[in-house]
């Protein structure tokens, strides 16, 4: 119970929830909040699916068709599972990358580092 309070209030839950014993996140920020959380999940590869049912025979089965298809893909490109896994890291912190870049893009910064850079005009 403590890890999640400790969620609620990274998330914007005030100091409260960490000790009181029966915490009060507040109806006017629990909308924000749980924004913020879905908004994360979705930025690290999560998928959010409303008003479905989660049980246990559920999970084992998208856990063991999310291995099923990296081997399906290992096998079929000659590497190994942990390569796939790898290369499916390495693509996703360059998505980052470039998501990152492009805001800086947008905010003139690129443009403002450039100048420094007198032969890359």
Known sequence: MQRVMELFHYFGANDTVLYEAHAHIGSDKLPTIIRAMRECIIEHGGEIHFYTCVDESLFRTLITEQLARQQ?????????????????????QAKDMMKRMTSQMKGGRAQRMMRKFPGMR
């Open 72 to 92: 399906r893909i290992a096998a079929g490109s000659g590497t190994t599972v942990q390569d796939v896994n790898q290369l499916i890291r390495q693509f996703e």
